[in-house]
Structure formats: C-alpha cells, structure tokens
C-alpha cells in the first residue's frame, strides 16, 4: 500500500494566559492511501488537534506533516486554503451547515471553490435527501443534517475525509447509517479515498483498517486491523 | 451562491440592518437634500442676478442730478449707470400696508423678471408690482391701487406682476428681520407718473415762496423735470474686480453721495446669502450625527453578525474558501446596505426635503425658479459615507477573519484578566448586591460595548436637550429683544426733510425721547467698515443691557461697542476707533467706555450729549411713544410708523416654522436613542444568552435576571445623561454661533426645566427600550442555549 500520510514528532502548543500546553506532544504515525482509519482517544488527548493540523485548518509548532509526498506544515495561509479546498472533506460533530442557505444550496456551496465538483443532487440522492432539496437546515433532524454535511464534504470528491466525532450528537441507529455513508466514500473510487474519523467511542474500532490511539498528545500506538467487522456486525 | 447567503442573512437579522440603513440614508437625504437646497438657492439666485443684470454698486445721495450721472458714466470700467427715485407711501385700503415706491427713468441696470403683464415702459402711465406682494394681498393685473405720499394719492393701474433682483430680500425696517410681504412691498412707475404738482409745491417751499403766483413770477418757464430729486444711483461695472475703482471714483468725483455699496454687501443680497449659509451648519452637525450612528451601527451590528457566525466562517475555511472571498462576502453586509441608503438618499433627499426647503424659502426671498440643485459635494459626501462603512465593517470583521480556521472554529469565551476585575471584590465593592457587581464585571469586560452606548444614548440626550434649547434660545430672544430692549410700544421714523415746524409738532404730541442713526465708516488699518452708530436721546425707551442681562446706562466720556462687533474686531475698552460719517470727509476719534449686548444688531453708541461734544449736529430721525397708535396710519412728519407688537409677532412668525424642524429632531433623538439601545441591547443579550439560561437552570426567576438585566442600562442611561446635558448645550450654543452671521449674538440660553424634560426623555427611551428587550429573557430555551456553547 502506497503511504499518504506521515507526522514526524509533531507538536502543537497552545498558550493560554501565562501558561501552555502541548496538545500534541511528538506524534509521529503514518497512513496508507484508501484506509479508513480511526482515532482514538480521551477527551484531551489531541484528537481534534491532530484532524485540524492534517486539515490544513492549523499550524505545527513543530514537527513536520507529510500529505502526498508534500509537506503541508511548511505550507503559508494561502497554500493552506487552497489544500483544503482541493483535498479536504471536513465532516463535523454539530453539522455546520449553514442555516441561512437550503439543503441543496449548502451542497452547491463547494462548486464555487473546486474546480470539478460532483453534481450536488445526484449526491443529496446517494444520501437519501432527494425529498429536502429545498429545505432548511432547522427543518431537520440531526442525522439528516449530517448527511448533508457528508454531501457537502463528498461534492469536492476529496482525497482525504476528515470527521470530527461524526456520530456524538447522533442516536446509535442514525449514527450507524452516517459511518455507512463514510464507508461508502472510502470504498468508491476504487478504494482510493481516505477516511480519518476521530472518536472515543471504540466500538467504531471495530470497522476500521487502521486504529490511532492517542494519549497525552502522543500516539499510544498504531495499529492495522487485519480483519476489519462489516458495520452491521458491530453490536452498537 | 455567498450572494444569497448575505441576502438571507440580511432579512434575518432585518432590524439591525434596516438600522444601519435609516442611518446612512436619513444622513445622505438630510445631507445632500439640505445641500441641494442651499445649492439651488445659490444656484437660482446666480441665474436671476444674471440675467436681470443685478446693480453692481448702489449709491445713495440726495440727488444725483443730470450731470453726476454724466459723470459716473464717463468713470472708467462703468458700463451703465442709471437713477431711481425712492420713496415709502402708504397703501390706501383699510389695512396698514406700507409700500415703496420706485420711480425710474429706464430699466436696464436691475431689470424686472415679469411674472405676468407687459415689460417697462416709461411712456406707459401705471404701476408694476411686487409680484409676491399682489399674491399675498390678492391684487391682480388691472387692477387700480391708490398710494397715499405726503398729502398726495396716487391712482395707478397695475400694468405688470414682477420680481425684482434688488428686491430679493425685502422689508420695511431692519428691527422687521422678516418679509411677510402681506404688509410692505415695492411698486415700479415711470418718472413721469410722479405728481407735478407736488415738485412744485416742494420747490416753492424751498424758495421760501407761498404764492404761487409770485413764484411763477420768479421763476419763469417752470420745467419741474429740473426740480426732480434722485436719490438712488445703480451702476453697472464690466467686470467685479473693478468694482472697488469705480466705487472710489464715485465717491471722489461726486461730493454730495452718502454711500456706495457693493451688490454682495446690499441688505438683500446678503440676507439671502446669509440664509444659505446658515443651511450649511444644521446640514454638517446633523448628518455628521446620524453618520456617526450609523457606523456605531455598523460596528455593533456586524460585531454581532460576525460573532454569530464564527462557526460559519470557520465552516467556509475548512471547505476552503480563500480569505478574501470570505472577507468580501462581510464586508458586503456593511457595503451593499450603506450603498443603497446613500443611492436612496441622494434621490430623495433633494426630490423631497431640497424641495421643500426651497419652496419654503422663496416664499419669503424674492427668486424667481428656484429649484433644489444636487451639487457634486452631495455625491462627495454619499461616497465617502459608503467607504468609511464599508472600512468599519471590515476592520469590526477582520480580527475574526484573520484567525485560523481551527480557531474560529472554537467557541470564544470572554477573555478575562483577572488582575482587572480584582477591584470588584475588594473595598466598597464587596458589599453590593450580585447583580451589581455581574453588571460592573460585564461592562468592563466589554468596555467597547459600554462606551458605543454611552456615546448613543449621550447623543440622543444632546438632541433633546438641543431640540428643547433651541425652543427656549430663541424665546428669550424674542423677549430680550422686545420687552428688554425695546421699552416703546411705537417707533416713529422721521421723514428725512422734516420742517422745524413739523418736528415741534411731534415732540410736543409725543415728547421728545428721540434718537438718530448715523452711517459710518470705521478704519480698521487698511480695511474700512460699514458700520453706524446709534445715538441715543430716548429717555429710557431704548434700553441697553450688559453681558448678563442687566440694565446699564450709556455715558458721556465716550462709545459703547457691542460684544460681538468687540469680539470680531478685537477691540477692547480703552481702544480708541475712528470714523468718519458717510459723505463727510472729517474723521473721529472715539474712545470706548464700555461694551454692551445686542442680540440682533452689532453697532456703536453714544449718547446725544456726547455726540454734540464731538461737534456733530444732534438731528433725530426717530421718536419713540406709548401712546395708543393703533389705527393711526398717517402722521404729518412721519415716514413710518412701526407698531412693536407687529415686530415681535412678525418674528414670532419665522420661529414657528422653526419649532417644526425642532419637533422633528426631538421625534429623531428619541428614535436615534431607541435604536442605539435596541441595537446595543440585542448585541449584549446573545453574548449574554448563555449566562442568563445559566442562571435560570441555578433557579433564578425571569424577574430577578430582567432586574439585573435593566441594572446595567439605566446605569448607561444615567452617566449618559450626566455627560449629555452639557455637552447638549455645547451643541446648541455652536449651533448658533454659527449659522448666525456677525450681525447676531445670541448664544444658547437653555432653561432648568428642559434639561429636565431632556433627562427624563433619555431614560424614558432607555427604560422602555430596555424593557422591550427584558422580555426576551422570558424566551430563552435553556436547553438550546447552553447547548450551543458546548
């Protein structure tokens, strides 16, 4: 398997007041192109530090990220948005859709910023909202809402999906048919996309190639799950 | 598709923006509508000057006879010049209608603008009349009017309705300020319609002669044409940089001339100047307010609209939109809403309030088409407004544009250093209530916050207290200038060839409690002024008051000045001024003993003692009476008889107009109040949400937060009010100051009561405002609310 992803002894620090601390304390771990990977971890051990760094969304202090054979920390604001914009599917705990614009529009949202973006109701249909193309976002349930989120990422077909404790905010049932979609992503393209989702909840171990655990701003280990369990196998 | 975003964005925060835009637009409208107003004042009055060929000076003389004319003619730079004979005759109907009459000898110089009926003609026997006079006193063309002169009528047809460009500005007296045109108006005749008989009855008085047979005898082949006097001379100059030349040529070459003035420094044509002028002051004060509220609208408005949505933009950043698209896409809340107010304002104000002004305007100055003209600095103005909008919204948005995604991403929490809340819980803090010592910990940590709505409601309380001072300025100027000054109820102007006879006549009738006004021209270094000096015999019915108000008396070591002219001119007690008398070659030197008030003329004065001390002839020219003159219209000696009452009213009548205007700015201070604390208020309330909702899960009642809630603006409101009652009066008082010209000194005189009425205005709109936003507390949603700021 051809390797996408490499953190060499990446720290990030965050100073708050007089006093810092190491969010990410030397992490270094790689990832294989078309893995769908998941992180691990307790409250406070870098996850999301780590999904913001490989998204572009932040910067190293130190240490250095490898994506595609380019190292993004060396990147400046505007490499960074332009990273983001072509590669990046970013998935989130609460959505972020945004609830002046209607469903399909939020989708439409990416054909501004990425230069081959997939028909937006082709993918609301692949994820089930072909019936709220035009509605709002508060007219929603959670899960739809995510889903929409999911399209939204999956329009810019991006290379690497990033998710943020994509099922936290959701019941187990619905939650079960948004790691579906993700999966899905992962599969299509000939297996060629990439997911990262960052949870605690293990059980979503289970499904994964590849599980990350961190502690304390450092990778606890990395492991590849030879036998990764069929989502419907998972006892949730 | 960002487009559409803003758009929903907007009708979803629609109060706060239609804020922004009433401000930006009712700013450009009262901007650019008083300013196309002025502007077309100027503008109409430079096309009527023009093209009526105004006078470029006028001079005043006894007589100017055949050969000064000649004379004046042949002065070099002079392109026409042409005689006048003025003289003020009643009207003969059963009201007091004073009208001057104008007898000419051709209409080259100063032509008339007919609005109805046929041009000038000397050979056509009739009259030609003040257009908006016959107008007010229903007077049409044909119709015969008698004027009554000196023991003769005159029965003229009225051939022509016209306006004049000398005439624009026109009243009876200079204590009359303002030209109602129901009472006083100016007629055009041919020469040759001035009575013979009465230049003959003139000329054998001044012979000395009774009988007129003796007199024919005497004088043989009688041609009146020679006895005819000219009192006024308008001169036509080819270009205004050779005004002053002609001017001295004139006043070198003909002995006799009392005065040579300069169109711009005539009576008329500065009044109307003066007025636009005056347009200029309330145009800059109030737009630069309301402009200055609508970007303390901006700020707090997209700091709220930013705020909001940190999530959003860090949501657009992570799909990767560029940071200039984003900012772009912010900065067109402020730009696109601050665009179309200006647009809108730049449209209506002139099409309505340039409209209106002028019309209201020209109902008194006499201008023919006048109509509101938008001038460039309109556009000016409208276009840096959007600019300085637009900057402000992007300096309110960039520091959350400029973090990094992740950042944005996160929650905010109010950063807090602890070091500066401190004091909070020491000393005579401690002891306060906890809604006290919440509100005094939130309002220094959003110190921006307080101080926008501070400057806010401080604002609305300087319009109050500026719309109510206004109101009690010019009342006490009313009363200061008609019951203080004037302690007469009638003034008599004295004709100016009075007999001996006739004046023994009048002080016997009425005493002799007189005075007399003298044209002077004072040196100033190189410079010389118009100026007079009013000598005073009234025996107390002009009064004279001092810096404060009270009563003084003028002496008789030397001149009194006015504050005001001191002021301007720099003169102090003990200067020595020096003048001469118009037409009078022999200069004074005076020395002044003491300064005087004078809200409305800025002159010297002496007494009559003084004035003989000089070696100057006493010759009154006014006599002042209580007696009951009501009814009275013809004295014998009398040129004109002026009631005070009819003064104090025709005045009052300007200031109701004015009290219009100062309705509509107490109505605007209490809005603009409104706005600020409705604005600032919801900005506060979302930042405050999460406590609040924190509070009602502990188990406060809704009416225990609402009571903290309020704390917090009726603090604002009361160091608001504090701050703005004087500042109100600051305003005020520059108000004045400057859209009054050099000849008027009043400043503001604001009564206890309305900074009263003010105060309690102020918190009334902050009261009730906070209320209005107290109920929300009722609405929160615990749930939603604290779940948002996981």
Known sequence: ????????????????????????????????????????????????????????????????????????????????????????????????????????????LVDSIVKNPKDAKQILKEVGLEEHYNKFPNQLSGGEQQRVSIARAIAKDPL??????????????????????????????????????????????EVADRVIRLKNGKVESNTINKNPKNIEEVNW | MLARKMFRDIRFNLSQFITIFLMVFIGIMAYSGIRSYMYGMTKSAEIFYEEQNLQDLEAMAPNFTDKDIEKVKKIDHVKNAERRLTIVGNMDSDKDITLQMNFIEENEISTFYVVQGESFNKEKSGLWLDEYFANKNKIKLGDTIKIKYDGETLEEKVLGLIIVPDHVYDIKDESAIFPTHTDYGFVYMSINEFPKSYVKKQAMQKAGIDDEKIFDMAVKDFDYKDYLTFNYLLVDVDEDENKNYVKNEIEKELKNVLAVTKAEDTLSYATYQGEIEEGETYCGVFSGLFLFIAILSVITTMTRVVKKQRTQIGTLKALGFKNGRITMHYVGFGFWIALFGAVLGLIVGPLFIGNVFINEELEYYEVPNGRAVVSTRGFIVAAITVLVITLVTYFTCRKELKENPAETLRTQMPRVKSKNLNFTTKGIFKNMSFGSKWNLRDIFRNKARTIMGIAGVTGCCMLLVCGFGMFDSMNKFLDDQFDKLYNFDYKLSIKQDYTNEQYNKLTERFGESTSQTLMIEIENGDVKDANNIFVDNSKGYVRFVNHKGDFIDLNDDGVFVTEKLASVKGYKIGDTIKWHIYGKDKYYETKIVGLDRDAQNQNVKMTK??????????????IYTNDDLSGVKEIDGIELIQDKNALKSGTANMLDTMKMMLVLLIVLAAVLGGVIIYNLGILSFTEKQYQFATLKVLGFKDKQIKKIYIKQNNWIAIISIIIGLPLGFYMTDYIFKMALSDSYDFGASIKMISYVYSAIGTWIVSFVFSKLLARKIGKIDMVTSLKGNE
């Open chain 1, 1 to 108: 398997m051809q390797e996408l992803i490499k953190f060499e002894n990446v720290k990030k620090t965050y100073n708050i007041g007089e006093k810092s601390f190491n969010a990410l304390d030397g992490a270094d771990f790689s990832i294989n192109k078309g893995e769908f990977v998941v992180v691990l971890g307790p409250s406070g051990a870098g996850k999301s530090t780590l999904l913001n760094l490989l998204g572009g969304m932040d910067k190293v202090t130190s240490g250095s990220i490898i994506v595609g054979g380019k190292d993004i920390s060396k990147y400046n604001d505007k490499q960074l948005t332009e990273y983001r914009a072509e590669n990046i599917g970013f998935i989130f705990q609460f959505y972020n859709i945004l609830p002046t614009l209607t469903v399909l529009e939020n989708v439409e």
């Open chain 2, 609 to 622: 003692k003084y004035l003989e001390s000089l070696g100057i002839e006493y010759k009154p020219d006014a």
């Open chain 1, 160 to 205: 690497l999906l990033l998710c943020d404790e994509p099922t936290g905010a959701l019941d187990s049932k619905t939650g079960v048919e948004v790691l579906k979609l993700l999966k899905k992503q992962c599969d299509a393209n000939n297996g060629e996309n990439t997911v990262i989702i960052v949870t605690h909840n293990s059980l979503i171990a």
